[in-house]
């Protein structure tokens, strides 16, 4: 009996040690639990106190390109930071957006935001591979990481990159979400969204895109240089190759439209970064203006319309006037020798290079490029050169004019002889402008006939602009916007020389004179505060005229009678008519100013000459007709407007002279 009792006494006392264990483990974890929800919580809220609203992406409006119009509504130039183009989701092709969710997030329409499966078999595919094949970022978190947060790379940044990747794919659909990603995504080479980069790559619309075009772009957001289809074409053919073979995985396409796809080759029209919008002198002054207006935050990324005055054929027509021009000057000025010499054994290297950068396919006639002399063909009294692919041959003819070099300090060249046939030696390197092409029947090839050419050194300006409305129809400020973006019609003070001369005669007509006032023209002399000693102007050829009529001193440009006519009517008077013409350089009160010295620049010039032909009437230069905003909004407006410069009758009359200018003056 005391051994029975004794057993149980013990039972129990086992159990209650059993139930008091079970109760301390119990309050443990549930402790253990109530604290790590505690930390949770606190950790949460640490992370999301200051997390960024998803609002900003309801109002999505990226940096996105200004453009500007010429006259006719054709697109000149664009201005940006971001080359991107916003377009709507339902423009956007559905096998675009296939071969992207294929390539970067195969179960986008399923997961919340975060797919922890999806980083999972990322990591074990790119173990696999020994390379990163594949990402483990859904798209919903790229869109958070580009839109919201910054590129840090942390634990804390991902973990907030999760929340906000939950709360937006709960907030948003899933159109929307795509809708941003697709037009926020950076593709390479300057594209920012799928829209940029489809003109870029293809010169076409995103919704013009076929098969190969939409997985070889869905392949470039996770390495966009490597996978560049212009800097590594094998690279882009292999990345798009695996974005058709996940599409056909999930059941995009078919195996035969993989195989098919997989088939074409790259095409390109376009792989320039983007850096160098099409510029000229007349929409960099365009820029300028509106840079100076606007700042840079409206000019470079809130997508500007920029309507201008610009008429695109005038301003080639112009661009190609001036170099022209340039260069028939600048010939007449003389050579200053070969671009450079190659010895013997560089020559070779030499024409390497150049069939390089001068491809057949980009020579053709009117080109100027660069050659190098072989040798010489007495018989034929030509320079035999190559210029790359093709050899060419430089008639002695032609070399006639650099016979005599350019007679500045800078040009150390001078030539060797008297005779064409000895100005060059075999390994100079010469400019020439290509001619015809022709079969020479013995080498079984084409021939190029071509002239010799040399950069100008000489500069140049041009405007023109409509006297009726003042708009600018084209403005060259050099002959190479290239080489030099300083603009020489409008940032340039130059002196005027004898075109300032009807300004002088307009004022001279409305204080006292007429075209038959006489006035003699003999020798003086005087001092002049800008001028060393004393000075004793001269008229061109060094003659004098006597008693000359007002008339024929404009007309034949005579310098003794316009000295004495702004001696009659004030230096102060003439700089008061140029000021009410528009020129507000400044303009020093001497009688030199008579003689054009004081610089002004090309465009207020203009616009004085505008005067004469409106009858008194000045109108101001108009480049920018209208500026509008991404939403429609007017920011800027500008119509033609005219303004009394000189009476009407001062201006018939000098308008009749200058027109007398042309037909008998100088």
């Not at 390379?131 to 590129?151: A, D």
């Not at 190759?241 to 095409?267: K, T």
Request: proline residues 5%.
């Amino acid at each position: 009996m005391y051994y029975r009792l004794n057993n149980l006494s013990r039972k129990s006392e086992g159990k209650n040690i059993f139930l008091r264990i079970f109760a301390w483990v119990f309050w443990a974890a549930l402790i253990l639990v109530v604290m790590v929800g505690v930390a949770v919580l606190l950790i949460y809220q640490h992370y999301t106190k200051d997390l960024p609203s998803i609002d900003k992406l309801r109002k999505y409006e990226p940096p996105t390109v200004s453009y500007v119009y010429d006259r006719d509504g054709n697109i000149v130039a664009e201005f940006f930071k971001q080359k991107r183009i916003v377009v709507p989701i339902e423009k956007i092709p559905k096998t675009l957006i296939q071969a992207f969710i294929a390539a970067e997030d195969a179960h986008f329409y399923e997961h919340t935001g975060i797919d922890l499966m999806g980083v999972a078999r990322a990591m074990i595919k790119n173990i696999e591979a020994g390379s990163i094949v594949q990402g483990g970022s859904t798209i919903t978190q790229q869109v958070t990481k580009s839109l919201l947060l910054t590129p840090e790379r942390s634990w804390s940044r991902k973990f907030r990159e999760a929340i906000l990747a939950y709360r937006i794919d709960n907030e948003l659909s899933k159109e929307e979400i795509l809708y941003l990603y697709l037009n926020q995504i950076y593709l390479g080479h300057g594209a920012y969204g799928v829209e940029a980069a489809a003109q870029n790559y293809f010169g076409k619309h995103v919704w013009e895109l076929n098969l190969p075009e939409c997985a070889l772009l869905a392949g470039l957001p996770s390495a966009p240089s490597r996978y560049s289809p212009c800097a590594h074409p094998r690279k882009a053919l292999v990345r798009r190759s695996y974005v058709l073979r996940r599409m056909q995985e999930l059941g995009f396409v078919s195996q035969e439209e993989a195989r098919e796809a997989n088939q074409v080759p790259i095409d390109t029209v376009n792989c320039s970064d983007n850096l160098s919008p099409r510029l000229n002198y007349f929409t960099e002054e365009v820029r300028r203006t509106l840079l100076e207006k606007f700042g840079e935050d409206v000019l470079y990324n809130q997508g500007l319309k920029i309507y201008t005055t610009l008429d695109s054929r005038l301003q080639r027509e112009a661009e190609r006037a001036i170099d022209k021009g340039l260069r028939e000057l600048d010939k007449r000025q003389g050579y200053c020798g070969p671009e450079d010499h190659m010895v013997v054994y560089e020559i070779e290297k030499f024409l390497s290079r150049l069939k390089e950068i001068q491809t057949p396919e980009m020579l053709k006639e009117g080109k100027i490029v660069k050659a190098i002399v072989l040798g010489i063909d007495q018989r034929k009294k030509i320079y035999r050169l190559s210029i790359g692919s093709w050899e060419a041959e430089l008639p002695y003819s032609a070399v006639k004019w650099a016979l005599r070099a350019k007679p500045y300090d800078f040009c150390k060249w001078r030539p060797p002889a008297r005779s064409p046939e000895k100005l060059f030696k075999k390994g100079d390197v010469i400019l020439v402008k290509l001619g015809t092409r022709v079969s020479d029947t013995k080498k079984k090839c084409s021939v190029w006939t071509v002239s010799l050419e040399q950069d100008p050194v000489v500069q140049g300006a041009l405007v023109c602009m409509e006297n009726e409305t003042g708009y600018v129809r084209a403005l060259v400020g050099g002959r190479s916007f290239a080489k030099s973006q300083f603009n020489r019609a409008t940032q340039a003070l130059r002196q005027p020389g004898s075109a300032f001369k009807p300004i002088i005669y307009s004022a001279a007509l409305d204080n006292g004179f007429n075209p038959l006032s006489v006035i003699v023209d003999a020798p003086i002399g005087f001092s002049d505060p800008s001028l060393k000693g004393y000075w004793k102007p001269q008229n061109y050829g060094k003659r004098f005229y006597g008693p000359t009529y007002f008339r024929e001193a404009l007309i034949h440009s005579r310098n003794i009678v316009t000295i004495k006519i702004l001696i009659s009517i004030g230096v102060n008077k003439a700089i008061e008519y140029a000021r009410n013409l528009g020129i507000t350089a400044p303009l020093t009160p001497t009688l030199s100013r008579a003689l054009g010295a004081s610089g002004v620049s090309l465009m207020e010039m203009t616009s004085a000459y505008s005067a004469f032909a409106n009858l008194g009437q000045r109108v101001k230069p108009i480049m920018i007709t209208t500026v509008v905003d991404s939403h429609g909004e007017f920011l800027f407006e500008r119509t033609p407007s005219k303004e009394y410069a000189l009476s009407p009758e001062s201006a018939f009359v000098i308008n009749h002279l200058l027109q007398e200018v042309v037909l008998y003056g100088t």
